[in-house]
């Protein structure tokens, strides 16, 4: 684990050593808001590093949950950091993704970074849950990130489906041109 050998690096200051073991008690601890806390907080991109690709490798919900979080609150670098790993959970983080992408209440941006997470996931189930999106929600631009991720893991059975996605925002050419796009590459 990334972790555990950084923690036996014989260089460590102290201060850096302090910090990845915090880190990793968060993890044992399986606590999504501390953990996240600590790397909203950690600016050493070394620390930051490490221990996302050691939260990468853990089991279950709970990395999904907190790359979730970081992506929502962390500043651009954790942000763009949080979504890559998303990518690399693969299955493992579409519910999670799943879950922020449906809630109305989170902020746009939030919805179209999980979104861009989601694109990352070369999967049906993820295709699925992003052709939903984008024949319910209201906000173009979420749907336009929405037709992304059909575009780059959807069935060519998909591809009709985005001309309702197109015909709900007649005012929003770009749409249409995103919907024909991603019917191309669908087949």
């Known amino acids: 684990m990334p972790l ?3 923690l036996k690096r014989p260089n460590l200051s102290d201060d850096v050593r302090a910090r990845l073991m915090a880190l990793r008690d968060a993890m044992e601890a399986g606590s999504v808001e501390y ?3 600590l790397l909203l ?3 050493d991109p070394f620390v930051r590093e490490t221990a996302l690709m050691y939260l990468a490798r853990l089991d ?4 999904a949950q907190v790359l979730v979080r970081l992506m929502c609150e962390g500043e651009t670098l954790l942000r763009n950091a949080a979504i890559e790993t998303l990518g690399y959970l693969g299955e493992r983080a579409v519910d999670a993704l799943a879950s922020l992408i449906a809630d109305a209440g989170a902020a746009t941006d939030s919805r179209i970074y999980a979104l861009t997470a989601l694109e990352l996931i070369d999967s049906p189930r993820a295709a699925e849950l992003a052709l939903e999106v984008a024949l319910k929600d209201p906000d173009a631009n979420i749907c336009a990130a929405a ?3 059909v575009a780059g893991s959807g069935v060519r059975e998909m591809a009709a489906a985005l001309d309702k996605v197109a015909a709900r925002f007649p005012d929003q050419p770009y749409l249409a041109f995103a919907a024909s796009a991603a019917q191309r590459r669908l087949g």
């Open 60 to 63: 279950g919900a709970f990395p």
């Open 147 to 149: 037709i992304d991720v």
């Open 41 to 43: 907080g950690e600016d």
């Open 4 to 6: 555990l050998r950084a």
């Open 35 to 37: 953990l996240a806390l």
